[in-house]
C-alpha cells in the first residue's frame, strides 16, 4: 500500500499503480466477494507482433529506478521468441469474450471498483470512500469495465479503448478462453524495448514530450489539475501515438498491464538467466508501463524497466493487460 511519505516524495514503492489501492481497502468498507467464474474456449483477433528469441539486459538502464521497485540489479536475460498482441486488449475485444462465456468480472461481482476522481461518473450515494495515502482513488459501486467512470458512464465512443477495471484473475481468465497467456515480466520488458538495448523509453532515451507527445501521460499539477496536452484525460485509444521498434503500441503511459509473475522487489538478485517467470509466490502480480496519471513527479514509471504490483483481484481504471502465444513453429 503507498504511504504519504512515498507519495510526496515521487516514489510510492511496492503496490504503486500511480496510488490505485489493492482490493482489499474497499472489501473493508462491506463490499462481498464473488465466486470466481469459469469461462472456457474462445477466439482471439488482435493483431499479432512476432518476437525474435534473444538475450537482453534486463532492469534499470537509466538511473530512474524508484525505491522499493527492485529494478535492479541489471541482469542478462535470454528468451525463446513468442507472439505478443500489438496493442493493450480493447473494450471491444473483451465484450465479444463476455458475449461468449457470460463471464463476470471481479468489480462487477464485487459490486465497485476504483474510480481516479476526475473520472468519475456516478451519483455520490455510490462512492464508498477513498484512502488516506491515495485520497484521488474511490471505490465506486457500480464502477466495472463496461462503466468505467461509475454507473453514470458507458463504452460509447471508447470501443478501441483498453479495457479497464479488470483484475489480475479477469486477464487470467481471458488468456485461457483465447489459449493463450499473460506475457512474463521479462516478455513483457523485452518486447517493450522493441530491439533498442539499454533505452529508457521504448522510442529511445528522449522524454516524452519532446517533438511532440509520445505516450499518454499526466500534464500539469497532479492530481488536480490535468491539462490534457497529450489529448487525453483518461485513456487514449490503443493505437494512439507510434508504435516501437518491433510494432507495438502503448507499452508505456496509457494503461499499466498485468504480468504473469508474483511480484518481488528483489527478485532479480536471484533471477535465472533463461526465461524467468518470477517468484514461487507472493501477494501482488507483477503490473508493467505506467498509465494516464503517471507524471514525473508522482510516479515515474512509464519507463520500459519500471515495475510495480497488485493483489490479483484488484481492478482500477487505469489497468488493463495484453496476451502472448508461443511463436509458431
Not at 536475460?77 to 507472439?83: C, R, T
Not at 461481482?109 to 476522481?117: Q, R
Not at 479497464?164 to 483465447?178: E, G, R
Request: hydrophobic residues 35%; glycine residues 14%.
Amino acid at each position: 500500500m503507498t504511504t504519504a511519505a512515498d507519495a510526496a516524495s515521487g516514489s510510492c514503492g511496492e503496490g504503486c499503480t500511480c496510488g490505485a489501492p489493492s482490493r482489499g481497502v474497499f472489501v473493508q468498507l462491506g463490499a462481498t466477494p464473488p465466486a470466481p467464474p469459469a469461462p472456457a474456449g474462445g477466439a482471439h483477433d488482435l493483431e499479432q507482433v512476432s518476437i525474435p528469441a534473444g538475450t537482453f539486459l534486463m532492469g534499470d538502464s537509466s538511473g530512474d529506478e524508484n525505491r522499493g521497485d527492485g529494478e535492479s540489479p541489471r541482469h542478462e536475460v535470454s528468451l525463446d521468441a513468442f507472439e505478443i498482441d500489438a496493442t493493450s486488449v480493447t473494450n471491444d475485444a473483451f465484450a465479444r469474450f463476455v458475449e461468449a462465456t457470460g463471464y463476470v468480472t471481479e468489480a462487477e461481482g464485487f459490486g465497485f471498483s476504483a474510480v481516479f476522481h476526475l473520472l468519475l461518473r456516478a451519483p455520490d450515494a455510490d462512492v464508498m470512500g477513498s484512502v488516506a495515502a491515495a485520497p484521488w482513488w474511490l471505490g465506486v459501486r457500480g464502477a466495472d469495465w463496461r462503466h468505467p467512470g461509475g454507473r453514470d458512464s458507458d463504452l460509447d465512443g471508447l470501443g478501441d479503448h483498453p479495457v479497464t477495471h479488470v483484475s489480475w484473475n479477469d486477464a487470467v481468465a481471458y488468456a485461457a478462453w483465447a489459449g493463450r497467456r499473460l506475457p512474463s515480466e521479462a516478455e513483457w520488458e523485452y518486447a517493450s524495448r522493441g530491439g533498442r538495448a539499454g533505452a529508457k523509453y521504448p522510442w529511445g532515451d528522449d522524454e516524452v514530450d519532446a517533438d511532440g507527445w509520445r505516450a499518454n501521460i499526466w500534464q500539469g499539477e497532479f492530481p488536480v489539475t490535468n491539462t490534457a496536452d497529450d489529448g487525453y484525460l483518461g485513456t487514449a485509444p490503443v493505437r494512439s501515438f507510434a508504435p516501437n521498434g518491433y510494432g507495438l503500441w502503448q507499452t508505456v503511459g496509457n494503461v499499466w498491464e498485468w504480468c504473469a509473475d508474483w511480484f518481488s522487489p528483489g527478485y532479480y538478485r536471484a533471477s535465472p538467466a533463461r526465461d524467468p517467470w518470477g517468484p514461487a509466490s507472493g501477494s501482488g502480480r507483477v503490473m508493467r508501463g505506467g498509465s494516464y496519471l503517471c507524471h514525473i513527479s508522482y510516479c515515474n514509471r512509464y519507463r520500459n524497466s519500471a515495475r510495480t504490483s497488485n493483489t490479483p483481484d484488484s481492478s482500477m481504471g487505469n489497468a488493463g493487460f495484453r496476451t502472448v502465444a508461443a511463436a509458431p513453429t
